[in-house]
Structure formats: C-alpha cells, structure tokens
C-alpha cells in the first residue's frame, strides 16, 4: 500500500495570451433594454417570436435585459392583434386594451429605472414597442409616423431609442 505524500493540486493553467492583454472592463457591462421578442421569447400576439440576430449579439457589449410590455401589462399570450389610434389601443373587434398597455408601459419605465439602462432596443412599429412608426389603426398594415405606448414612455423618461432595423443596418438613430 503506498504510503507518499499526497499529490497537490493542479498547477493552475496559464491564461490565454490575449487575457493578459485585454482591457479591463471598468465595470458591468451597461443595461438595455430589449424587446423579448426579439430575444426569440414567443410573447407576440400570435404567440411567436421575432428573433434577431443583430439584436442578440449587442449582448457582448451590453447586459440585455428583456422585457415584454403587453404581458407585463397583464394581457395573454396569444391575443387579438391591437393597434393605435387617437391615444387609444383597440383590437379589430373595437375591445379597448389601452390601459393594460399602460400598466405594461409603466412597469417597462420601472424596470429601466431599476437596472439603469438609458437605452432600449424595440420591436419595430409594435403598438407597444415601436420607436418610429406605428399601424395607423384600420388593420390594413398602413403606418404613420409615431411611437408605442411603451416606446413613448421609455422616451419620455429619458431613454435613446432604437428598433432592431436601426441596429442590422447600424443605425443609431
Ligand atoms: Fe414584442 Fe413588445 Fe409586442 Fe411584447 S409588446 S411581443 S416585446 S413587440
């Protein structure tokens, strides 16, 4: 039966040659706040989702932080389709959902708040979500200029706004 010393612990591996070389990162990385949709959660009204690639690889330079405003408002997943009109959300059979968009719209504020992101990447003219346009309210896939619900809240409370064309394309607009 042997009777030596113990073996010690591994030696620990040298790091990569370009770890010793990499800037430090001077703390966590900044929050944004993203659509979850565009993050492949299936939360739109037809219970699907609409990932991006180009969305999901700002996660290397941020800490993405996904939100779905209709849902939080209380709204199920799926439901009728809505759309804006006069400072109202109503879906094509004319029920009126404008205050669960306002109460997901003011849990998305609260959320930025609280993870301190001044950013938000948003689903593109989604009555919720949409940055810079919006469906005009007649269902027929026209659009007039204008932000969500949430997207004008977000805005409102200080954060710069882009939709996920504006990052593919590498806009900052
Ligand atoms: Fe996506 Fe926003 Fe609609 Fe939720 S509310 S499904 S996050 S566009």
């Known amino acids: 039966m042997p009777t030596g010393p113990e073996p ?32 492949g959660v299936r939360c739109n009204h037809r219970g699907e989702a609409s990932p991006s690639e180009a969305v999901a690889a700002l996660g ?18 799926p439901r009728p389709a809505a759309e804006l009109r006069g400072g109202a959300v109503c879906t094509a059979a004319g029920e009126d959902v404008t205050a669960a968009f306002a109460r997901g719209s003011e849990a998305a504020v609260a959320l930025a708040k609280a993870v301190g992101a001044t950013e938000a990447v948003l689903k593109a003219r989604s009555p919720s979500c949409g940055a810079h ?41």
């Open 60 to 77: 290397e330079r941020y800490r993405l932080i996904p939100v779905c405003p209709e849902t939080l408002g209380g709204l199920p997943t």
């Open 8 to 39: 010690g612990p591994a030696p620990l591996a040298n790091p990569p040659a370009d770890a010793a070389n990499a800037p430090a990162r001077a703390g966590p990385a900044p929050a944004l706040l993203v659509s979850a949709c565009l993050l």
């Open 133 to 173: 346009a919006v469906y005009d309210g007649t269902f027929s896939r026209a659009l007039v200029e204008g932000r969500g619900i949430t997207a004008a809240a977000l805005a409102e409370a200080g954060l710069t706004l882009r939709d996920e064309e504006d990052v593919a394309r590498g806009s900052g607009r």
